[in-house]
């Protein structure tokens, strides 16, 4: 999937970015409490709906910064599904953890670098703008 950048010169009409900053939080929330309680499967989908909000931007990314967030990401999708086919109960539920852990890192550093995270400001600042 590619973006036409030369499309750029407009801007729409409505933003509808706030809305996606909501969606965001409120999957980084179902995605913490899922985790919690174990639901790994339930986790999985939530974190798909993250990658779907999050692909234009890791492309974007990718593209200007020479990053490699899209490869990372099927990758991390790679090994989840590995981890499903484990034939061992325990070692299956580590492997999906550690999986599903991973792709949720990998996600929140496409959300920071694309300035959808929070924001970072110098202790040596004042505290009033």
Do not use: C, P
């Not at 909501?22 to 174990?38: F, P, S, T, Y």
């Not at 929140?108 to 004042?126: N, P, W």
């Amino acid at each position: 999937m590619s973006y036409n950048y030369e499309n750029e010169k407009t801007i729409s009409e409505f933003n509808e970015s706030i809305f996606q900053l909501q969606r965001l939080h409120n999957n980084w929330l179902e995605i913490a409490i899922k985790r919690k309680r174990g639901d790994f499967e339930g986790t999985r989908w939530v974190l798909d709906s993250q990658e779907a909000e999050l692909e234009f931007d890791a492309e974007k990314l990718d593209e200007d910064n020479d990053k490699e967030h899209i490869k990372k990401i099927e990758e991390v999708n790679k090994e989840i599904d590995k981890a499903w086919l484990e034939k061992n109960y325990l070692n299956r539920r580590i492997k999906i953890y550690q999986a599903l852990l991973k792709k949720e890192k990998i996600l929140r550093k496409v959300q920071q670098e694309s300035g959808k995270g929070a924001k970072y400001k110098s202790l040596d600042e004042d505290s009033l703008d």
